[in-house]
Nanobody
Framework: QVQLVESGGTLVQPGGSLRLSCTAS????????VGWFRQAPGQEEHEGIS?????????YYVDSLKGRFTIARDNSKNTVYLQMSNLKPEDTARYYC???????????????????WGQGTQVTVSS
């Protein structure tokens, strides 16, 4: 069964850090571009925040998050990570990862670009 599972979300204080994980099961994540999206409370849209090419050499970040979030992948662990630092209350959201099999250097940014989605992990930034 093809599945993406996000983990690492929790309650964190403003200024804190978290690392989210997106682990694939049922397929080899190598060869897939992976993206992170988030859905804020009360919002219907998923905001694309970061993505990484299948070989890890191309990365995308939404401008508003550059410098605070870092995406990385470990294909040996079938996992993509999102390291988040200096978290703010406005980062509170449910975070999702998504994957699509694409050419090596391709980075995908849109919700409609992806074939597989996880169920999400909740990040709450509050004091």
């Amino acid at each position: 069964q093809v599945q993406l599972v996000e983990s690492g979300g929790t309650l964190v204080q403003p200024g804190g850090s978290l690392r989210l994980s997106c682990t694939a099961s049922g397929f080899n994540l190598e060869g897939y571009s992976v993206g992170w999206f988030r859905q804020a409370p009360g919002q219907e849209e998923h905001e694309g925040i970061s993505s990484i090419s299948s070989n890890g050499e191309s990365k995308y970040y939404v401008d508003s998050l550059k410098g605070r979030f870092t995406i990385a992948r470990d294909n040996s662990k079938n996992t993509v990570y999102l390291q988040m630092s200096n978290l703010k209350p406005e980062d509170t959201a449910r975070y999702y990862c998504a994957a699509k099999q694409v050419a090596t250097m391709t980075v995908l940014k849109e919700v409609t670009d992806y074939d597989y989605w996880g169920q999400g992990t909740q990040v709450t930034v509050s004091s």
